[in-house]
T-cell receptor, first 113, second 118 residues
């Protein structure tokens, strides 16, 4: 049962344009969401997060949007840079659930020159 | 800040041997560490949660006698794959969550260990 889903396995974007990565979840008990970036043979690097009491969080080129009613979150990267090419995972946890993260399957982002 | 070091980065071993992987939080105290496993082109699957000074909590389907976890201090957790077999070959990643004062919702990950069992 995949509770966190990233339906696009890959995304290709031109340098300078916006990258939009999407994530859907099914468990309404999730109340904190995170995005991680991962290069091959490396561990995930934390990017940005959002609490369920908010609908937007921004940090530099990265913005995460949360739509609780739709159980959907997205990560916007503007402007996209070649160094952003990586696999992006969204993750969710439940308050009081031991902070165990449930990960999506990842989206491979390729930013082309 | 929030650096997690994982060693070794790669290990190749013969079937039947045991392999120990270390996970250290370098600049913060980690009350809780997590061990994940990732198969090619798949998501990270949580194997177990390791709390300092207590027994690890294993996820359903993970053999605790196969994957021994020790969290002896606030900066070190170890995963030992006992009597490794080829089907244990995978990418193992640890993460750590810090003490209150920081954002305890965020886990910081090590670089991972590629285990290949011949």
């Amino acid at each position: 049962d995949q509770q966190v889903k990233q339906n696009s396995p890959s995304l290709s974007v031109q340098e300078g344009r916006i990258s939009i990565l999407n994530c859907d979840y099914t468990n309404s008990m999730f109340d904190y969401f995170l995005w991680y970036k991962k290069y091959p043979a490396e561990g995930p690097t934390f990017l940005i997060s959002i609490s369920s009491i908010k609908d937007k969080n921004e940090d530099g080129r990265f913005t995460v949007f949360l739509n609780k009613s739709a159980k959907h979150l997205s990560l916007h990267i503007v402007p996209s840079q070649p160094g952003d090419s990586a696999v992006y995972f969204c993750a969710a946890n439940i308050a009081g659930g031991g902070n165990k993260l449930t990960f999506g399957t990842g989206t491979q982002l390729k930013v082309e020159l | 800040g929030a650096v997690v070091s994982q060693h070794p980065s790669r290990v190749i071993c013969k079937s039947g041997t045991s392999v120990k992987i270390e996970c250290r939080s370098l600049d913060f105290q980690a009350t809780t560490m997590f061990w994940y496993r990732q198969f090619p082109k798949q998501s990270l699957m949580l194997m177990a949660t390791s709390n300092e000074g207590s027994k690890a909590t294993y996820e359903q389907g993970v053999e605790k006698d196969k994957f021994l976890i020790n969290h002896a201090s606030l900066t070190l957790s170890t995963l030992t794959v006992t009597s490794a077999h080829p089907e244990d070959s995978s990418f193992y990643i640890c993460s750590a969550r810090g003490l209150a004062g920081g954002n305890i919702n965020i886990q910081y990950f090590g670089a991972g260990t590629r285990l290949s069992v011949l």
